[in-house]
């Protein structure tokens, strides 16, 4: 998700990466300058999604304006 990013901003644009722990859930957050590109269409977001669904997590992205918002939840691990 972060290298589809990097490689869709266009040049001059910005990202922000932030990661959490929300809920047990691990949560990785990825804003960053959209291009013509169709944000919920991406490979890599679909990909990502297929990975974190198989892992009991999701992936979902979503464009406001000239920004990509992509959220990623991964279930916790317990530690023994």
Known sequence: LVAGALASTPDGGRIELALRAEEGQAVLRVAHAAGAEDCEA?????????????????????????????????PGVERP
């Open 42 to 74: 991406a490979e890599d977001l679909q990909l990502g999604g297929v990975a974190a669904r198989a892992l009991g997590g999701e992936a979902v992205a979503e464009r406001d304006g000239g920004v990509c918002r992509v959220v990623l939840r991964l």
